[in-house]
């Protein structure tokens, strides 16, 4: 898929009210500022997730029937999700809840 770029990207109200009760330096908000910012240009940045593999956990609290996983700094993941165009951030977590959420099995 070619760059694409968005107009704007969207957080859900979990991320958001995550990022809101920490400091603006926070390394949180700077992480997802800056995925803002790469979606922004191209809303197919992060990595698509097959259909097949997308938690249930996405599909019934998010609906979603799209899913793409972006990596942080020191091993944190979120996914996003494209509605109507437009990047919806849904997550920040640790490696181990990733791997948690997609049931994957770490040794």
């Not at 097949?52 to 942080?72: A, C, D, G, T, W």
Request: glycine share 4%; aromatic share 12%.
């Amino acid at each position: 898929m070619g760059r694409q770029p968005s107009p704007k990207v969207l957080l859900s109200k979990e991320l958001h009210d995550l990022l809101k009760n920490l400091q603006p330096d926070h390394k949180f908000v700077k992480w997802i500022e800056a995925m803002a910012g790469v979606l922004k240009e191209n809303k197919f940045a992060g990595e698509l997730i097959r259909k097949s593999q997308i938690p249930r956990h996405y599909v019934e609290r998010f609906k979603v029937n799209n899913l793409y996983r972006y990596s942080h700094p020191e091993g944190y993941r979120s996914c996003y999700t494209i509605l109507n165009e437009c990047p919806h951030i849904l997550d920040l977590m640790s490696h181990p809840e990733y791997d948690r959420v997609f049931q994957y099995k770490t040794t």
